[in-house]
């Protein structure tokens, strides 16, 4: 056996197999446009890594011996599954193929995230998703575990393990129908003292802003409604039960028929964050999907079509 190269290489083993399919060294010379003394050494080499004859050889023809003929058929297989494997990679890095999987809470899955999805998908066909509308406390979880490639969402900082990227920088606001008093602005949390509040329930993040920007204004504004979605509180708005506070992002697809306005002193910023795993390298389809997310907020937002 050859010390220096116990294993063939891919150049032996091309090279046999085309003098096996052509019937001679000149024949095959002439198809795979190599040398005949190129194609002889090649396959040389690989009889002595292996330690076998795979070839008779005579002055007009070679002839597969039966070792050789069984490692043909063997290696054509392989090499088939290998060009098989090189062409899926070479799919999944030019994006024609590949698997992603979003989570993202119910308010942002069905607005301004579902638009920006489709637009990828549109452009990259051969992709399949999929999406996780789940509350915001579980995505980060998720993604750490492998089991999200991406997160969107309303996060604390400093959450372990993750690489987070702001998408959107967005202001809690009133909103209202368009009828409404103070629909035109511009508005302050006093401002609300006396309305009718359709809330979220208390274990909502964006209801605990809420009471954070009433009690900084002393105003003592319990909700007469409270639900657990914001559609469904949008639609009561919208029904003319009362006014809610969301950020502006949350009237995506009710921008025609609600108000919105930003509410002032105190000012309170809430930002929509893509969280990806610190530990993995993301795939080229994450990767890819994570600059669409980045350009497809800054583009919405700049529009109003985000809130």
Not at 42 to 70: D, I, Y
Not at 201 to 224: F, H, I, N, T
Request: with cysteine; proline share 6%.
């Amino acid at each position: 056996m050859n010390l220096i190269n116990p294993r063939p290489s891919l150049r032996q083993i091309e090279a046999f197999l085309s003098v096996a399919d052509a019937g001679s060294f000149s024949a095959a010379a002439r198809k795979t446009a190599a040398t005949q003394p190129a194609l002889s050494q090649a396959v040389r080499e690989l009889e002595e890594v292996l330690g076998l004859r795979l070839f008779f050889r005579t002055t007009r023809r070679v002839e597969l011996t039966a070792e050789g003929s069984a490692l043909r058929d063997r290696l054509a297989m392989g090499l088939d599954l290998l060009d098989d494997a090189l062409a899926r990679a070479r799919d999944l890095a030019q994006l024609r193929s590949g698997h992603l999987r979003i989570a993202a809470p119910p308010l942002l899955a069905s607005t301004v995230l579902a638009r920006l999805i489709a637009e990828f998908a549109a452009r990259h066909p051969g992709l399949s998703f999929d999406l996780a509308d789940v509350v915001s406390a579980e995505i980060p979880l998720l993604v750490r575990r492998g089991l999200a490639d991406v997160g969107v969402g309303t996060f604390v900082e400093g959450e372990a393990g993750l690489d987070r990227r702001v998408l959107l920088g967005d202001v809690m606001s009133l909103v209202c129908r368009p009828d409404h008093p103070l629909a035109r602005g511009p508005v302050v949390w006093a401002d609300l003292a006396g309305e009718r509040l359709i809330g979220l329930d208390r274990a909502s993040g964006l209801r605990k802003l809420a009471d954070l920007g009433l009690e900084a204004a002393s105003v003592d504004l319990p909700p007469v409604i409270v639900v657990h979605q914001v559609a469904t509180a949008l639609a009561l708005v919208e029904a003319g039960m009362g006014v809610a506070v969301f950020p502006r992002y949350a009237v995506h697809d009710r921008a025609q028929r609600l108000a919105c306005q930003p509410l002032e002193k105190p000012r309170l910023k809430r930002e929509v964050v893509m969280v990806t795993a610190a530990d993995r390298m993301p795939s080229p389809v994450a990767e890819a999907f994570s600059r669409h997310l980045l350009q497809g907020f800054a583009s919405a937002y700049r529009r109003g079509d985000a809130g």
